[in-house]
């Protein structure tokens, strides 16, 4: 589940910073990131010690790894052959060595853990990183599913913080941007969800200086010295964004209904729909549709996505499960793939005694 950008780009950071994410992506739970695109979090950290790959605009074998690994055996955390996963990421044009280096790092992060067999490796999902992903994976199938809801009010986090404070300043922003607030002005952001008591601890301990929040509705002036909430957001640069998605994966679904698209190209296709779609929450945090242009597209996109995501499941899963059987030499039933819906309740299984000592390579 995990699937994600423009063809799955991020890029594995050693600092330990709690972040939210992977298959990304709800704005109240995830953490540290500056800007949407440029230093999306994909999955919520559930450990100190599991830190997932940041995705960035460049190409990442390790995001790309989790992605994959993530998509087709969140479910049952089944074991997959060293060999596959680098077959896999080979259809990416990741080298051989690139992916192998990908996942030895992946597992010193504690994201994946390995089992040996004589000469053979194979390598799973930790526990906690899948919880992580499971957590995001909710987030993410939620987004923009149920009827829109907003009380007219707004969510104010007010703060200070010594100019020395840099480092720390980017990261409070960062989180801040993860929770789906965004700065009307320097020091004072808002949204127009309410804080959670959580929340407001977590950016209250990220902050050395001094801190307000506080949940008021807008008083509207004639003044043109005032500044509107709904104006922190680029309300017209995330209208494109959804309508660039809807644009680029509409054309693909009659290919789709027909069957058409099948092998490497269904699970290409499949990662970079999630892994763009996922950007969508840190983008828009569910604004008021009040608030918005009519026909906001938002609907569209997640519609669009589903469309795509689910469509191509079977042959996605299809063909991870044929790279698995050609290395181990046996059928892999227990590499299994989710849809939307699957996502939505929580996609973590409990049966993984079958594969526990599956190693391969």
């Known amino acids: ?52 790959p940041r995705r ?19 479910s049952s955390r089944a ?3 060293t060999a596959s996963i680098v077959a896999l990421l080979g259809e990416f044009g990741v080298t051989a060595g690139a992916a192998r280096t990908a996942i030895s790092r992946l597992a010193r992060r504690g994201v994946l853990e390995g089992s040996r067999r004589g000469r053979h490796s194979s390598y799973r999902l930790t526990g906690p990183a899948a919880g992580d992903l499971s957590s995001g994976g909710i987030s993410i199938a939620g987004f923009a599913a149920g009827p829109d809801s907003w009380d007219g009010s707004w969510t104010a986090f ?18 801040l941007r993860w929770r789906g607030y965004a700065p009307l002005y320097d020091g004072v952001w808002v949204s127009p969800h309410p804080m959670k008591e959580h929340d407001h601890a977590e950016l ?30 680029d309300i017209t640069a995330i209208a494109a964004e959804y309508e660039t998605f809807v644009r680029r994966w509409t054309p693909l679904l009659p290919r789709i209904r027909a069957d058409d698209i099948t092998g490497a190209a269904a699970v290409r296709a499949r990662t970079e729909v999630m892994d763009t779609y996922r950007r969508f929450p840190a983008l828009d945090p569910l604004l008021p549709l009040e608030l918005l242009p009519p026909d906001w597209p938002r609907t569209r996109a997640r519609e669009t996505f589903v469309a795509v995501y689910d469509g191509l499941a079977e042959p996605a899963q299809d063909h991870v499960r044929a ?7 046996e059928p892999r039933p227990d590499i299994r793939t989710h849809t939307v819906a699957e996502m939505a309740v929580g996609v973590i299984g409990s049966s993984t005694k079958a594969t526990t000592n599956r190693a391969s390579g």
């Open 323 to 329: 790279v698995a059987a050609h290395v181990d030499d």
């Open 158 to 175: 007010v703060f200070t913080m010594p100019k020395e404070e840099k480092s720390r300043r980017s990261s409070l922003r960062a989180q």
């Open 79 to 81: 074991w997959l052959p």
């Open 204 to 233: 209250v301990a990220a902050t050395p200086g001094a801190t307000t929040a506080f949940r008021a509705r807008h008083l509207r002036f004639a003044s043109g010295t005032t500044r509107d909430p709904i104006e922190a957001w």
């Open 56 to 74: 960035q605009s460049g190409s990442s074998p390790q995001g790309l790894a989790v992605t994959l690994i993530a998509d087709y055996t969140l």
């Open 1 to 52: 589940m995990p699937a994600l950008p423009e063809a799955v780009q991020w890029e594995a950071r050693d600092r330990p910073t709690r972040v939210g994410f992977a298959l990304h992506a709800d704005p109240q739970r995830e953490r540290t990131v500056e800007s949407p695109f440029d230093v999306e979090e994909i999955f919520p950290d559930v450990a100190d010690s599991v830190r997932l």
